[in-house]
């Protein structure tokens, strides 16, 4: 035998016995089955609320499907549907959660209706940041309680994304005192929209292709979407000038999430390929949107206004926070033991955030 094709045989020999688990002790051999599934191809439908290639965010989910396909050598193709090709863009929880897709990409505010506990995996008004976010689900117990929570509908989620400090909105008139936003109707989301609803607003829920016609042609009053780059983009700067600093989302958090019994049945490695890849998808997400948020807010008209919230409405919203977390902890038990789990790493994080960032913004200011 050429050394040639010793050496190619001697490798896929190896090969073969390390796919397969094998190993040597005491001049015997033993194999153990490794569920490997290179040579089988696998296709997954995931469905998503954004318009096709939306910038970040779906460009980011586009990015993360072509990561699934390189890394598992095409064996596991990932395909997109961008909002109302198979599924309305605020259906594709239930039509996930039925197995008619494989999995969805969407915002996790979405669905309190299904559970208000899930408001608070999706960000919490006054609150953790992306990065104080993310730590608190990986490392103090809040993913363990959003797969527990989503696995009584048959889904199995991931941190898909997070886009940091978002603006507090888009306003058609100055917000000077409480006694303006009464009556005042806003599309705004989640638990930031249960406390502008306790300041007197009608808090409106609208998926993104329907925010700016809305605005436009006075059906709503005012919106919140995310920050510059994506405001800007989406035209909220045409319809209205008073543009005011966040407080509702410090730090949402996006889901990238499967159908739970579909999920089990992909094989071990492109599960571990699914979760690399939506961990690279979150970083570059979140630093995307810090570089385009800054660059974009340079490039607003001057007729734009920037405002900051009187104080009088920010002491406000905090009462109305903690009422709105204290109602729905008597009404539903599952939001109780999420608030607890969210509250202890709060204290647990607060005294070191106070004495490092906070301190040290303080002093580079």
């Known amino acids: 035998m050429k050394r040639r094709d010793f050496l190619a045989t001697s490798a896929l020999g190896l090969g073969a016995l390390s796919l397969n688990g094998c190993y040597r002790e005491e001049n015997q051999i033993e194999c153990k089955s490794i569920n490997i599934s290179r040579g089988k191809k696998v296709t997954l439908k995931l469905a998503t609320s954004w318009p096709a290639h939306f910038p970040i965010m779906g460009t980011g989910l586009d990015n993360f499907a072509a990561r699934c396909k390189e890394l598992s050598g095409g064996t596991l193709e990932i395909k997109v549907y961008p909002k109302n090709i198979l599924v309305p863009a605020l259906q594709v929880f239930d039509t996930c959660s039925a197995a008619q897709i494989d999995a969805f990409h969407s915002g996790v505010y979405y669905w309190k209706g299904k559970n208000s506990a899930f408001s608070i995996f999706g960000g919490m008004p006054l609150g953790l940041t992306s990065e104080e976010m993310i730590t608190w689900m990986k490392f103090g117990g809040g993913l363990e309680l959003w797969r527990e929570l989503y696995g009584k509908f048959n889904l199995y989620p991931l941190i898909g994304g997070s886009t940091g400090p978002q603006m507090g909105g888009w306003f058609k008139k100055e917000i000077n005192s409480l006694a303006d936003l009464k009556g005042l109707k806003m599309r705004i989301p989640g638990l930031g929209g249960e406390v502008m609803q306790k300041l007197g607003v009608n808090p409106i829920l609208l998926p993104a292709g329907e925010i700016f016609t809305s605005l436009e042609r006075g059906t709503i009053d005012a919106t919140e979407w995310v920050g510059p780059a994506l405001d800007q983009m989406m035209g909220f700067d045409k319809a209205a000038n008073y543009y005011y600093t966040g407080w509702h989302e410090p730090g949402s958090i996006l889901e990238i999430t499967f159908n739970k019994n ?59 926070l903690k009422e709105v977390l204290e109602n729905e902890s008597n009404k539903n038990e599952d939001f109780k033991r999420v608030l607890q789990s969210y509250t202890k790493f709060t204290k647990l994080n607060m005294p070191w955030d106070e004495i490092s960032t906070k301190n040290f913004l303080n002093i580079r200011s």
Do not use: C
């Open 262 to 320: 579909r999920w089990e049945k992909l094989s071990s490695e492109h599960q571990a390929i699914i979760t690399a890849a939506t961990e690279e998808m979150t970083g570059t997400m979140i630093q995307e949107f810090r570089y385009k948020n800054a660059k974009a807010l340079q490039e607003l008209p001057k007729e734009v206004q920037i405002k900051t919230f009187p104080k009088e409405i920010m002491d406000a919203a905090k009462i109305a």
